[in-house]
Structures are given as C-alpha cells and as structure tokens.
C-alpha cells in the first residue's frame, strides 16, 4: 500500500503510472475477461490530502460497492486507442484496427482526476476501536 495525495497528481502518477493504466485498460478490454485490473482506495484523505492507495485487481463477478474500498478500472472507451472492426472479407478475414475518435482529452488524465475525486468522495465508516477486537469470541 502506497500514499497518494489529492492535491497532488504526481504522486497518484507514481502509483499509477501511464504505463500501468495502458496495460490495464487493454487487459480489461479483452472478451471474457474474468479480472478486472485497476486501483483501488484504501482509505479517506487526511486533512492533508493523504490517502492509501494501490494497483490493484478484483473478480468481475465481486460487487461494485464496497464498504471500505473504492476499485477503479480503466476502460478503453472513447479513447484514442480504438475498436476492431472485421474487414471486408467476413468474419474468416483478419480484423483491423478501426478509425479512432479524436478527442482533446487525455484518458489517462481523465482516470487520474476521476481517482481524485472518488477519493474525495470516499466516505468509510470509522475503524472499530481496538478494545472490540480483544477478548473472547465463544467457540
């Protein structure tokens, strides 16, 4: 587990680099795909903007919400890296990158600022105190 900060995109880019975003978002874009790759909120900001945060994976059938994680994944919609459509020449001929949409924005900068925000968002419930924890449990 690592410690990003919402007021800093740089350290959100030093977990999460470019490179690993691209890997993910192609991975996630694949048929049948059975793991969703991403990162994941450990925790609320500080009053100093600091929170846990980590590369992270999780089963497709897991449930979107979480009481004390925020997963996000990378898709490859509209972004610059295209769809496959078939060629001319039927299901049987080879399939070819497709014409990508241009956009002006970035989709990696785009995730980062949408990581941010889901951070400021977060809201987890308080840590049980430590006391709850000790003792006897029955059995």
Not at 20 to 43: C, P, T, W
Not at 59 to 67: D, S
Not at 113 to 138: H, M, T
Request: overall charge negative.
């Amino acid at each position: 587990m690592q410690t990003a900060n919402i007021n800093d995109p740089l350290s959100i880019e030093s977990v999460y680099p470019r490179s690993a975003f691209d890997n993910d978002a192609r991975q996630n874009a694949r048929d049948k795909e059975a793991v969703e790759h991403g990162v994941m909120i450990l925790s609320m900001p500080d009053a100093d903007g600091n929170f846990a945060l980590k590369p992270s994976q999780r089963h497709v059938g897991e449930p979107e919400t979480t009481t004390h994680s925020i997963f996000l994944s990378p898709t490859l919609e509209n972004s610059e890296y295209g769809a496959l459509n078939p060629s001319g020449s039927g299901y049987d001929g080879p399939i070819e990158p497709a014409e990508s949409v241009k956009t002006s924005s970035d989709p990696y900068r785009s995730f980062v600022d949408s990581l941010i925000q889901a951070a400021r968002d977060a809201d987890f419930p308080p840590s049980p105190p430590a006391e709850s924890l000790k003792g006897f449990r029955g059995g």
